[in-house]
C-alpha cells in the first residue's frame, strides 16, 4: 500500500512525508496483523482544529475562525459484507457495532461506539447508504490540548461512510452536520458545530451562527505556510479538574445580558443597546457579565475583519486582530486563570513569556475554552527556535507543537 508523497505533503506539510509515510506503513501492518491482509484496502484521515477567531462567541450565536492542521486520526479500512463495523482505535479495545440496530443505547453514551452508531443513524436519516467495514486507527490528534481529537474522529467515520458507499459524494458540510448530530444525540456531549466543520472542510474557516439550523460557512483561501510565521500550540500543563463551573459561567452570563434586554442570546442585541443602559443591566447582572458581554461583541466583529486579512494577503493586520482578540479574551472575558485557583496561572506565565520572545512581532493568545491548558502562537521563523527552547523550558520537552495549516479536510488519502 503506497501513498503519494505529493498527497503526503499537500495533508502534513513538506518537512513530514517521510514521517507520515512510515506511520501510514505501520497502520497497515497494525490492520494486517488484527484482521488479517485484504486486497481493497482504503486509506482515510481527518484533521484536528485550531480555533483562530471567536473566543466563546458560538455559544450566542456569534462568529467563529477556525482551521484544519496536520495533526490528525488517520483509518486503513477495508469494506465488507454485512451491517458490523468493527473498529480497533490504537490504544483502545476494539468498538463492534451492528449498524443495522440505529437506536440510541444509553449504555453506550460517551463512548466511541456511540459516535460510530450516531455517525451511521445521521448517513441513514439523511437518505444515505450505510455499510460495514474494518478499520485500524491511530490518532496524533493531542488530547487535551483544544485540537478536537473527538470531532476528528466523528469527522473520519463520516468520510469512510461517504467513501465506501456512497461514492463519496457527501459534501464536507452535511459530513460535519451529521458528526455533529451523533455527538449530541449519541454520545452525549452539546457541542456546538465549529470543531466538526474546521476537519470536514479543512483550510481556514469561518462560521456565523446566527442561524444555528443553518450556519453559513465561509472557507478563508491563503497559503499560511508561505507566510513565514509558525503556529505553535503550547500546552501549559494546567489541571482542568473542576473547571466545568468556570466554562459554564460564560455563556450564562452572556445570555443574563441578552435577558435583560428581553432576548435569549447576545447575537440579537447590540453594544450600543448595552452601553446606552449599562448602569441599570451592572446592577441585574455585575460586572462580569457586561465586560463578557463586550468582548463578545467586539470578537464577533474581529472575525469578519481577519477573514478580510488573509484574504487579502495582509498577514500583518491578521496578526494584529488575533492580538487584540488576545487582550479582549484576558482582559474582558477573563478566562486565562480560574478565580477558585488563582495561585496557578500558567496560561499567564506563557503569555507573558511568549511577548517576551517574540518583542512585537508575531501574535499569541489564549487558545480555546481557556482557564488551563494551552496558549496558540504566531511565531515568525527566525524566532521559533527561540521561541520552542524557552515554552519547553518552562512546560517540558514536547509542550510546544509546531503546526501545520491544513488545506484538505477529511479525505481518501488513496
Do not use: W
Not at 484482521?35 to 484536528?48: C, H, Q
Not at 459554564?248 to 445580558?257: L, T, W, Y
Request: aromatic letters at 8%.
Amino acid at each position: 500500500m503506497t501513498v503519494s508523497e505529493k498527497t503526503l505533503e499537500k495533508l502534513y506539510g513538506a518537512n513530514a512525508v517521510s514521517m507520515q509515510k512510515a506511520r501510514y506503513e505501520a497502520a497497515v501492518k497494525s490492520f494486517e496483523d488484527i484482521y488479517g491482509k485484504a486486497d481493497n484496502i482504503r486509506l482515510f484521515s481527518a484533521p484536528g482544529r485550531t480555533e483562530v477567531g471567536g473566543n466563546h462567541t458560538d455559544h450566542n450565536r456569534g462568529c467563529v475562525m477556525a482551521a484544519a492542521v496536520g495533526l490528525d486520526v488517520i483509518a486503513v479500512v477495508s469494506p465488507c459484507k454485512g451491517s458490523i463495523v468493527s473498529i480497533k482505535s490504537e490504544g483502545f479495545p476494539e468498538d463492534v457495532v451492528d449498524i443495522s440496530d440505529l437506536e440510541i443505547k444509553e449504555n453506550e453514551k460517551n463512548s466511541s461506539a456511540a459516535l460510530i452508531r450516531g455517525v451511521a443513524a445521521g448517513f441513514k436519516n439523511a437518505g444515505y447508504d450505510i455499510c460495514g467495514f474494518k478499520a485500524y486507527t491511530t490518532s496524533n490528534v493531542l488530547k487535551g490540548s483544544g485540537l478536537s481529537s473527538s470531532a476528528a474522529f466523528e469527522v473520519l467515520i463520516g468520510t469512510i461512510f461517504s467513501h465506501l458507499c456512497n461514492g463519496g459524494k457527501v459534501s464536507a458540510v452535511k459530513i460535519a452536520q451529521i458528526a455533529q448530530y451523533a455527538e449530541n444525540a449519541y454520545f452525549g456531549k452539546p457541542s456546538g458545530l465549529m470543531d466538526q466543520m474546521a476537519s470536514s472542510v479543512g483550510g481556514f474557516i469561518t462560521i456565523d451562527f446566527k442561524n444555528t439550523e443553518n450556519p453559513v460557512i465561509d472557507s478563508v483561501s491563503y497559503d499560511f505556510a508561505s507566510s513565514g510565521y509558525n503556529l505553535c500550540i503550547v500546552d501549559t500543563k494546567g489541571n482542568h479538574a473542576d473547571l466545568t463551573p468556570e466554562y459554564a459561567a460564560i455563556p450564562a452570563e452572556m445570555k443574563s445580558v441578552a435577558k435583560f434586554f428581553g432576548k435569549s442570546e447576545l447575537r440579537d442585541i447590540t453594544k450600543e443597546q448595552l452601553i446606552e443602559n449599562i448602569a441599570d443591566v451592572r446592577k441585574v447582572c455585575g460586572d462580569r457579565a457586561v465586560a463578557r458581554a463586550f468582548h463578545f461583541f467586539d470578537d464577533n466583529e474581529r472575525v469578519g475583519k481577519e477573514a478580510a486579512a488573509l484574504r487579502s494577503g495582509d498577514i500583518d493586520g491578521f496578526l494584529k486582530l488575533i492580538t487584540e482578540s488576545g487582550n479582549s479574551s484576558f482582559k474582558y472575558l477573563q478566562n486565562v486563570f480560574a478565580v477558585k485557583s488563582p495561585e496557578e496561572q500558567g496560561l499567564v506565565m506563557g503569555l507573558y513569556l511568549s511577548e517576551n520572545v517574540l518583542c512585537g512581532r508575531g501574535a499569541v493568545r489564549v487558545h480555546g475554552g481557556g482557564f488551563a491548558g494551552t496558549i496558540q502562537a504566531f511565531v515568525p521563523t527566525d524566532l521559533l527556535d527561540t521561541y520552542s527552547e524557552t515554552m519547553e523550558k518552562v512546560f517540558g520537552k514536547g509542550s510546544c507543537y509546531k503546526l501545520y495549516i491544513r488545506p484538505v479536510g477529511g479525505t481518501a488519502v488513496n
